[in-house]
């Protein structure tokens, strides 16, 4: 018998549990066969437009593929719907990231200062040390 | 907006339902990627979301299954093969048909030998690429 493409196991398929997520109206079951398709086409979907962002990012002589790729993705994709909300989240996304830095880098210092028993001046004159460090930390690429 | 502010309890206040972890390891898994910087990180599994969503909805929506208050295989199967926005998944979303319809079909792909093998093949190749 010849290989056929729905043989394919595709790896870490996304197992969805969350009913929320699909945003179905109320009351709506989905069948456990429905589920786990959705799920391999979820991960179809992370595929296809990894495989896209990609290009976008060769085609700019770029390694790392950034927002700007995943954007075009969708829009090559046929997606177009989706870039609008996403723009929006990733603001939000960025602000949330902000903060925790802003957070962890005032948790650092109390914990240097702590340590070092060292008298330190306040904030304002940090300010240079937290441009510098922002720059550096937005290149990183950041494990979850 | 909406989906920004949108304040639920537990475990569902979060940006994005998905796990980033598990995004980050299925987009890994294409060889010719490098890296991926946070921010792309978050958009595809936000951009994933939004694809379920449409996807579970667009489906329940034209399902012409006998269910009313179902999401069902079928549903899907049919917006693969009907939407073509959606015709990149006809090939993990395929119809189901009867055994004995099945077996009729090996039955005739063994009558008409190689040469249509190796058509199926290259066929396949390109719905994959």
Redesign the interface.
Known sequence: ??????D?N???A?L?Q?E??????D?????K??RS??S????????????C??NFAMKGKR?????G???SA?EE???Q??VA??K???E???R??KGKKEARKDKDKKADSEEQDKSREEDNDDDDERMEEEEQNDEE???? | ?E??AAR?SG??NR?????????????K??P?????????????A????????????YS?KHGRGKEK?????T???HTAEEC??FQ??A????KKILASKYLKM?EK?KQDGEVR?DE??EE?DE??G
């Open positions: 018998m010849a290989e056929r493409p729905e394919l595709l790896p870490n996304l969805i969350v929320f997520v699909f945003q179905l109206p009351g709506v079951n989905i069948s066969e429905a398709a959705i391999r086409a979820a991960s179809v979907f992370v595929l296809y437009a990894t495989s962002a990609n390694k790392t593929l950034n927002a790729d995943v954007l969708m994709m046929e997606f719907r989706f909300p996403l929006e989240s990733l939000v996304y960025r949330e990231q690429e950041v494990d979850n | 907006a989906m920004a639920l475990s569902e940006l994005v339902s998905l796990p980033l972890s598990r995004i980050r390891v299925i987009m898994s294409s010719e990627v490098s890296s991926i910087n946070q921010d792309a990180l978050f958009l595809t936000k951009a994933t979301e939004l694809f379920v969503q449409y996807l579970a909805t329940y208050n179902a999401l069902t295989y549903d899907l199967s073509e926005t990149f998944l090939d993990i979303l395929p090996l792909e093998e199926d093949e396949e719905a994959v």
